[in-house]
Structure formats: structure tokens, C-alpha cells
């Protein structure tokens, strides 16, 4: 080859490997990771993960969030979102532009039927100025280990397993910070609220928190496991108007964690003062009375949180999910501005064994 087609032949590889670097150029660097193991929980027969997706914007330049895919190794979509929908489910208030530098949490729901795949990836397009693309995340691996079954936390009924993936301020969007470090305790929390025929949470319109259904209810242990976490003498309002914002430390009132299996906590929150018949380092067989539902900590009613996690103190774990044995479903509530003053939606009785309630049902615990 002489001097003048290797110089041609140099320039056309040269202007190759620039046209290449401009293409990846133009790509947005957006990172993607998942905070925590994705650990499945069966609700309504189905595999379900609930979990957080964290998206950071690399660049200077805001980019736009405008739709995400959750998919298996083989490329099969379990979950779409829009952008209108991918706007409601990240913390950005609505919003869809992301910022330069700047952070985004997506919280997910994803439904796979009777079987998961071992693992999923994400695929988020952005656009940036006028040019859009398609950046995925990693693979990430799908826990196969089976959540714990528990006994119920509380007897009788009817009573609403009360939690909405959709409020920005409920449980399953609200992180607290221990030493620099970010949990979500109520990842699977359920607030149980107990109801009258009509869907009432009252007796009578005085106000008091005595006045709940809830209120005074006995609350189970939930398995044969030993207390390892115990508070009382938080006092509660007598008034359900009259109750304010606690620090911190006292969001959860007074409680009681129990330690199962495999390194998880069973967490009880706002319970009555002085009705803890159990303390720490005490063993306790399942169904046997721990305390009762009370009004203390950060509560809008009286009800019983309950929760399980990696931590037997209240707010610094990360939520865990477990299933529940024997419950009676009675029906659900589709709408919650209903409760309190309508009756749910009546479903033909069932048993459903060793799953995760769906929230808004109302059930009855045998």
C-alpha cells in the first residue's frame, strides 16, 4: 500500500472512531441499582416484588424520565410504565425530569403470576434535548427463599389491612435515617384497623380514641419466637384529634419485636400504654397475648402496625415480606375514602393460607 491510500485508509478509521464516540456521546449517564435483595411475596396467588428502584442522572444536564420496563434474562415485560404512570410511582413529586446530579427513587410493584423469573432488569428510556434512548440496568437476582408464615397478630375481625403502594407519605415511601443510612422499615407494613358491619372505624362520633373499634383489641405473637425489643410508658392522646408529631425515636409509640427465624423481626407499633404483658428477653408461644392495640406515636386512628424486617428496632430495618396462615377474606375495599363510612365490597368467603393481604382487605382472623 502506498503512502497516500494508508493516509486515506487512517483518516477513514479515524473518522469511524469518531462518529462512534459521538453516538455514545449522545447516550445520557443515567446509573440504575437496586437497594436491597428482592425477596418475593405471594399476594392474590401470584409472585410479587415490591421494591425500589434508585436512578441517578450522571450529567450536568436534566433528563427526562419517560417510560420503564421490568424484564426477565429472555426480554419478556412484567411491568410497563409511561411516563404519567412513571411520574406517580418516583419521588420527584409528580415530576418526570430528573435534574443533573440528581437522584430519583422509583417505587415498584411488579406481578409475575404463579412463577418468577431468577432474576429481572431494567429498561428506562430518557430523553435529553431532542434525542431519546434506551439505557438497561443490570441483571438482578430474584431470592428464591420462601418468606415466613406467620400466625395472625390479632383475633376476631372484621379488620382492614390498610396500606396503599400509592400514598407518598405511607408506610411503603417513607425512609429513615440511622448513621448515615437510608431504611424502609414499612416496605410490607400493614396497618390493621378493625370495622363494624357498615365499614365504620368508630362506635360513636365523641372523638376519643377509646370510641375506636381497635382500640383495646389483644395483640397475638405471631409465632413461638423470644422478645428481644420491648417499650412502654409513651402516653397517647385521649382525644384522636389531640394527637401531634413525635421525634423520631417515639414515630412507633410504644412496641414489641419479636425475633423469628433466619435473622427477622416481627415489629407490633402503637400499642396501649401499660398493656405490654410481655419484656424483653421473654419467650412467647404463638397466639398468646403480647399487649393491646393502643393510640401512642405517630397515628392518624388507633390501629396495630405490624411489620416484619431485619431489625428488631422499629424504624431502622428494611422490610421484609412474609405471608399469613388461615385468614377469612370477606371482601375488599376499592376505594378508600369508603372506609369509615360505607361497607367494602362483599366477596364470597374463602380461606387463603400462606400469603400476603392485599391492601383493603377486610378479613377475619380465626
Known amino acids: 500500500m502506498n503512502l497516500r491510500n494508508t493516509a486515506a485508509a487512517v483518516i477513514l478509521i479515524l473518522g469511524f472512531a469518531l462518529v462512534g464516540w459521538r ?41 427526562t424520565l419517560t417510560a420503564l420496563d421490568t424484564v426477565d434474562a429472555g426480554g419478556k415485560s412484567f411491568l410497563h410504565l409511561d411516563q404519567e404512570a412513571l411520574s406517580k410511582h418516583t419521588d420527584m413529586g409528580g415530576k418526570s425530569v430528573l435534574a443533573g446530579r440528581a437522584h430519583a427513587v422509583v417505587y415498584l410493584t411488579v406481578d409475575f403470576g404463579a412463577t418468577a423469573p431468577t432474576a429481572i432488569q431494567h429498561r428506562v428510556t430518557v430523553k435529553q434535548g431532542d434525542a431519546q434512548s434506551v439505557i438497561a440496568g443490570p441483571r438482578v437476582p430474584v431470592v428464591t427463599i420462601k418468606p415466613p408464615v406467620l400466625a395472625p397478630p390479632l383475633r ?33 407494613a400493614i396497618d390493621w384497623m378493625k370495622v363494624d358491619a357498615q365499614g365504620r372505624t368508630l362506635r360513636n362520633a365523641s372523638g376519643l380514641a377509646s370510641s375506636s373499634l381497635s382500640y383495646g383489641a389483644e395483640v397475638l405473637a405471631v409465632a413461638d419466637a423470644r422478645v428481644v425489643a420491648a417499650r412502654d410508658g409513651i402516653t ?33 407499633e402503637h400499642l396501649r400504654p401499660g398493656s405490654l404483658k410481655v419484656a424483653k428477653g ?63 365490597q362483599d366477596f364470597r368467603p374463602r380461606v387463603v393460607d400462606r400469603e400476603f393481604p392485599q391492601g383493603g382487605d377486610v378479613v377475619d382472623f380465626k
Open 23 to 63: 453516538t455514545s456521546a449522545q447516550v445520557p449517564a443515567v446509573e440504575m441499582h437496586v437497594g436491597n435483595p428482592l425477596r418475593l411475596a405471594k399476594v392474590m396467588g401470584q409472585q410479587r416484588l415490591v421494591y425500589e428502584l434508585h436512578v441517578t442522572n450522571m450529567s450536568d444536564v436534566p433528563v
Open 156 to 188: 376476631g375481625g372484621p379488620w382492614v389491612a390498610v396500606y396503599s403502594d400509592a400514598w407518598p407519605r405511607g408506610h411503603r415511601r417513607v425512609f429513615y435515617e440511622t448513621d448515615g443510612h437510608a431504611r424502609l422499615p414499612g416496605r410490607f
Open 236 to 268: 397517647e392522646a385521649a382525644r384522636i384529634s389531640d394527637n401531634h408529631a413525635h421525634p423520631h425515636p417515639d414515630a412507633a409509640g410504644n412496641y414489641i419485636s419479636l425475633a423469628l427465624e433466619g435473622g427477622q423481626f416481627a415489629t407490633y
Open 282 to 344: 421473654d419467650h412467647v408461644s404463638e397466639g398468646q397475648v403480647l399487649a393491646e392495640v393502643g393510640f401512642t406515636g405517630d397515628s392518624t386512628e388507633p390501629h396495630l402496625h405490624f411489620h416484619v424486617s431485619d431489625s428488631p428496632s422499629p424504624l431502622q430495618g428494611e422490610g421484609m415480606p412474609y405471608s399469613l396462615s388461615r385468614v377469612l377474606l370477606l371482601g375488599r375495599f376499592e376505594d378508600w375514602n369508603d372506609l369509615g363510612s360505607r361497607r367494602w
